[in-house]
């Protein structure tokens, strides 16, 4: 392939969308940054260390250094397990539930200083997002807050999201008709068991984001974060749910949209996948910064699927559904105080 044919050119996602029948869509956190700037932050880590409100304490870092990790997940769960153990072993100590209560308890506050408040989604948005969302068979998300998930339940029906009425996953029952949601680094609204096996939480609206607030033992919250692409592979081979929405990527078939996602090294194993799947045809957003950031871009998503046999078609991300200007919501409705402890 000619990188240096590249020019800097794109076109509109409704002129592509004629062309390109997308079976399914790769969406990531710039779809989430096109709703609430504050989704665009490096490191829920990093967060959670400045955060004014209970931040990660020096004994907590030591536990995230000693698991050579910085998932909340895989420290939770750790911890979580220890307290099981030591409880049928009759060990005294209350450590390990300390850490477990005061990580969790960083974890929250470092989610609500970014995430939007549900008071703050306007009805139309959910619905924008909603009727976009339903014109895919497949969703595969990357993103764990709430916005894809509040949007289907804004008009869930033609939806599914594989957890069955007693909200348990169950990989022996994964046959779906409608629009399937995959969370691929899970979310808020779920929750891994002592098993890994996964649930999800019964909650809708405000109550999914304010009952993640609520610091319930036992409750290990069910999303990748952090780490390179071992450290998110391996905790996801770790859950019975993100290790099947994983497979369905590495098998999808028919053309796939991608939005909003960068494909950075963190996400090496996003890449993998969808090169195992054998797709002929990525429709690739790309946000239009400047002419050389697009060729630049252009360029970049080309080495990654360099060889592989795959059409690149790239579109501007601002001409899409998930990208129009009118999903955003100023931060300044926050109110002065409330933005100054979110940054």
């Known amino acids: 392939m000619d990188f240096d044919s590249f020019d800097a050119s794109l076109a509109p996602w409704p002129e592509l969308q004629a062309t390109c029948n997308c079976t399914g869509l790769l969406v990531g956190n710039g779809a989430s940054r096109a709703v609430w700037r504050n989704f665009a932050y490096y490191s829920l880590f990093e967060l959670a260390q400045k955060v004014r409100n209970k931040p990660l304490g020096q004994t907590d870092l030591a536990l995230f250094k000693a698991m050579g990790t910085e998932n909340f997940e895989q420290v939770l769960s750790a911890l979580n397990t220890t307290v099981k153990v030591n409880a049928a072993l009759a060990i005294s100590s209350s450590s ?8 969790k308890e960083a974890l929250i506050h470092a989610v609500r200083s970014v995430h939007i408040p549900w008071k703050l989604v306007q009805p139309s948005t959910l619905q924008a997002l909603n009727v976009e ?55 808020l609204h779920l929750i891994k ?18 009952g993640f607030a609520i610091n319930t033992p036992g409750d290990v919250p069910l999303f990748v974060s952090e780490g390179n692409t071992q450290d998110k592979l391996g905790a996801i081979r770790d859950s019975d749910y993100l290790n099947w929405c994983y497979g369905e990527l590495a098998g999808h078939e028919g053309a796939l949209c991608i939005f909003g996602h960068s494909l950075g090294a963190e996400d090496e194993h996003i890449v993998h996948a969808i090169r195992k799947a054998g797709i002929q045809t990525l429709a690739i957003s790309v946000y239009s910064l400047s002419e050389a950031a697009i060729i630049s871009q252009k360029q970049r998503y080309a080495r990654l699927f360099d060889g592989q046999g795959v059409r690149l078609q790239f579109f501007d991300s601002k001409t899409h559904p998930l990208g129009a200007e009118a999903l955003n919501v100023p931060v300044e409705l926050l109110g002065p105080s409330k933005r100054k402890r979110s940054k």
């Open 193 to 210: 068991n002592l098993d890994g096996s996964t649930r999800k939480r019964n909650a809708a609206g405000s109550g999914l984001l304010d």
């Open 96 to 103: 390990p539930l300390n850490r477990y209560y005061a990580i």
């Open 133 to 187: 969302l339903r014109n895919y068979r497949t969703i595969f998300s990357t993103n764990y807050d709430l916005l894809n998930y509040w949007a289907i339940l804004h008009n869930p029906e033609g939806f599914e999201d594989l957890f069955r009425a007693d909200s348990d996953f169950d990989i022996s029952d994964t046959h779906t008709r409608g629009t399937r949601i995959l969370y691929l680094h899970g979310g």
